[in-house]
């Protein structure tokens, strides 16, 4: 009695499916009192050994057996029948498989492995290599209680091995959507965006200095990294900051290191970005944004290739390319005295403008199609797809925010639509009104409503929405706009920063 709760403690303990295999395979053998073993499955080419215990059994283990040749396990597996065969004399044997091995088969017990279906899925062989074959007890009960242990034990083992092939599509899954991550790139095949690519290209065969500039959100930083994968500094790091989301004072410790003392908190050195990508590339997004005194030190990277850590008087040697990126004007914010005249120069010998999402409206419904398929991937759900009126309102629609609102959007919809389907009034809880923008010739005289009333265009706007529902979105679209600056985003609503702020706080608006 102690043999088969062995044998029950054997495969229920155990998850690793190589490690159960080789447990399940090991208690049939004791209770057989033989020394030879092997589990066969049903695979793409034929029959395929998974697990092979005994002397000399490593030439078994990973070998198939063709559908087209005689086997005992082909023959268990087919038919789903227990069978006794003895080697060398029935026509079933593949004899084949021992032709490595000393000492051979006598007889060969051979039990079929079921899923809860009933489907024979594999096959488990206990073979005798006594003289005379008289190791195996083949009394009738005994083999009856054998076949129902096997029964138990082929369960989990198929479980195990389901659930190893799962683990093993996940971790392809994660590879893919790493790799869709690392190499992502613009999306499109307007003449507009293939000739800021063909430009791209032809600026990574250079190591100059290259200023894109653009809207917030079309994609500046997508390019910059398009432009270090092409270039000879791939193998480096690809390094970004954004020269508007941080205090002055932290950003210059972010770029150019410091050293251990610096200041309060610095307890150890600490090297910046310049010095980390080394021999590769920097991305400075937003530098528009940059103050006034950093921007004389961005100069002496480009000028001398030197650095100087906070709290040295030493200078570094770096290499690196610099490329920024900004949606301002900067010969205006020269003309205001907001950006150094120089610097500008040295950032812009290579000039580079990304078209905003309007200016390239053949593009959105690749867009559109290539974040429903990425989100889809990423959440492990199923693909859904815009209806005709959908679509219709979307590839309508301006996009203010570029590529950047686009793929929110897209991440939006996926979560709060419930079938696969994305229907127009699906839309409302994006769109503050969820109707195709006309066309000039279709508009309505000034002061005109959508029904030839005034104010019928406001009402479609405004119409269900709440005071504070409208403050929301109105709050949401010049954080967004300015890339959640929030002092730019007040500064365009014309309130102070405090009052902004506490707006967002009453709104429960957070990043």
């Known amino acids: 009695m102690d043999k088969p709760f062995d044998f029950y403690r054997a495969v229920s303990e155990e998850l690793d499916p ?36 005994g002397a000399q059994s490593e030439s078994i283990k990973s070998m198939t057996i063709g559908f087209g040749q005689s086997s005992i396990v082909g023959w268990v597996i087919e038919n789903g029948k227990m069978t006794v065969a003895e080697a060398g004399k029935d026509a079933r044997h593949f004899w084949q ?50 076949q129902q242990l096997i029964d138990i034990g082929s369960i989990a083992l198929s479980n195990s091995l389901a659930f190893s092939r799962q683990a093993q599509e996940n971790r392809k899954l994660r590879q893919t959507l790493e790799a869709i991550s690392d190499r992502e790139s613009m999306v499109g095949r307007s003449a507009a965006l293939l000739a800021v690519r063909k430009r791209a290209g032809e ?53 150019f290191g410091y050293e251990k003392g610096a200041f309060t908190g610095a307890l150890k050195a600490k090297p910046g970005l310049f010095e980390s990508a080394n021999e590769g590339t920097v991305f400075l997004d937003e530098i528009g944004d940059m103050p006034l005194p ?73 867009l ?58 699906d839309l409302s809880h994006h769109f503050i009104c969820a109707a195709p923008r006309r066309a000039e010739e279709e508009k309505p005289a000034r002061g005109e409503g959508m029904n030839g009333a005034a104010g019928g265009a406001e009402a479609c706007m405004f119409d269900g929405c709440s005071w504070e529902e409208l403050e929301r979105r109105y709050v949401l679209h010049l954080l967004e706009k300015n890339r959640w600056h929030v002092t730019r985003a007040a500064k365009e609503a014309g309130v102070n920063r405090s009052t902004f702020d506490s707006r967002m706080k009453k709104l429960n608006i957070r990043k």
């Open 97 to 146: 498989a021992e032709r490595n091995i000393d000492i051979k088969s006598r007889l060969i017990l051979c039990f079929p492995l079921l899923l809860t279906s009933g489907e024979v899925y594999g096959a488990v062989q206990l073979i005798d290599t006594s003289a005379g074959g008289k190791s195996l007890n083949l009394e009738e009960g005994y083999l009856a209680l054998l």
């Open 294 to 366: 950093l921007q004389a030190k961005i100069l002496r990277v480009i000028q001398e290739g030197e650095i100087k850590p906070i709290g040295t008087s030493r200078s570094r040697k770096v290499n690196v390319r610099i490329i920024s990126a900004t949606n301002r004007d900067l010969q205006s914010e020269i003309g205001r005295e907001n950006f150094r005249e120089d610097l500008f120069y040295r950032l812009n010998v290579l000039p580079l403008r990304v078209p905003a999402l309007r200016e390239r409206p053949e593009d959105i419904g690749l």
């Open 18 to 53: 190589e490690r159960l295999q080789s447990k399940f395979l090991s208690a049939l053998l004791d209770l057989q009192n033989v020394e030879r073993g092997s589990l066969w499955v049903r695979s793409e080419k034929g029959y395929t050994c998974i697990e092979a215990v």
């Open 368 to 425: 559109l199609e290539h974040f429903l398929s990425r989100e889809a991937l990423r959440l492990g759900t199923a693909r859904k797809r815009f209806s005709a009126e959908a679509l219709r309102f979307l590839l309508d629609y301006e996009w203010p925010g570029n590529v950047r609102e686009l793929e929110n959007f897209v991440k939006h919809i996926m979560v709060i639509t419930p079938g696969e389907i994305i229907a127009g009034e």
């Open 203 to 255: 600026y990574a065969r250079t190591d100059f200095p290259v200023l894109i500039t653009g809207e917030s959100g079309s994609g500046k930083e997508l390019l910059a990294r398009e432009i270090h994968r092409l270039s000879g500094r791939s193998g480096g790091a690809f390094l970004a900051q954004n020269c508007s989301c941080i205090p002055d004072s932290l950003l210059e410790s972010e770029l």
